[in-house]
């Protein structure tokens, strides 16, 4: 079965400061992988996915995701953070379930940003 | 303009209830899902429907029934209403049957459940 794991529960930056928030997944096949963000109290967003083609991928608002195959990773990162920024940070794969390809989250990552 | 919407958005009950949750989406999408967010953020599917008909039915305890009367809308249904169904219960949609292609789905802003 799949899985998804975000190491970090909390992470705190300065307002300007580069970001990094760490994804790993497991997955037989080629995963399709995605980041949503969940401001308090919303809805989940997508930020970014990846399914096929340059593992570098670029979302919304400023940031990026790389996928490394040999690392079972996909790492979110953003060079300049801004305090709207804050908010819970969700990896996700879509795998296969039977006749369907559901999405399975990691346990999310808590972003604060510090003015 | 709302894409997925959901109502209500805050529900507090007494345990032994029965309550319902509904989901409207105007995407056109075919595939509607519920998922549930735990305390500890935690989001796990639930059920899925491709054109009405369940695709995906994770264990889920046979309280929670899921009712989709057209593929734009999908309910989801709780007799008996436990302490620990307390959660944040996400409905989402997507365009197609997603395994079929790279589809992303759109989440509605979630439905607070307290159960007292």
């Known amino acids: ?115 | 303009d709302t894409a997925v919407s959901q109502t209500p958005k805050y529900l507090v009950t007494q345990m032994g209830n029965d309550k319902s949750i509904k989901c409207e989406q105007n995407l056109g999408h075919d595939t509607m899902y519920w998922y549930k967010q735990d305390s500890k953020k935690f989001l796990k599917i639930m059920f899925s429907y491709n054109n009405k008909e369940l695709i995906i039915n994770e264990t889920v305890p046979n309280r929670f029934s899921p009712k989709s009367p057209d593929k734009a809308h999908l309910n989801l249904h709780i007799n008996s209403l436990e302490l620990g169904d307390s959660a944040v219960y996400f409905c989402a949609s997507s365009p197609g049957l997603a395994i079929f292609s790279t589809d992303t789905q759109y989440f509605g802003p979630g439905t607070r459940l307290t159960v007292l």
């Open chain 1, 1 to 115: 079965a799949q899985s998804v794991t975000q190491p970090d529960i909390h992470i705190t930056v300065s307002e300007g400061a580069s970001l990094e928030l760490r994804c790993n997944y497991s997955y037989g096949a080629t995963p399709y992988l995605f980041w949503y963000v969940q401001s308090p109290g919303q809805g989940l967003q997508l930020l970014l996915k990846y399914f096929s083609g340059d593992t570098l991928v670029q979302g919304i608002k400023g940031f990026e995701a790389e996928f490394k195959r040999s690392q079972s990773s996909f790492n979110l990162r953003k060079p300049s953070v801004h305090w709207s920024d804050a908010a819970e940070y969700f990896c996700a794969v879509g795998a296969r379930s039977g006749s369907a390809r559901q999405l399975t989250f990691g346990s999310g990552t808590q972003l604060t940003v510090l003015p």
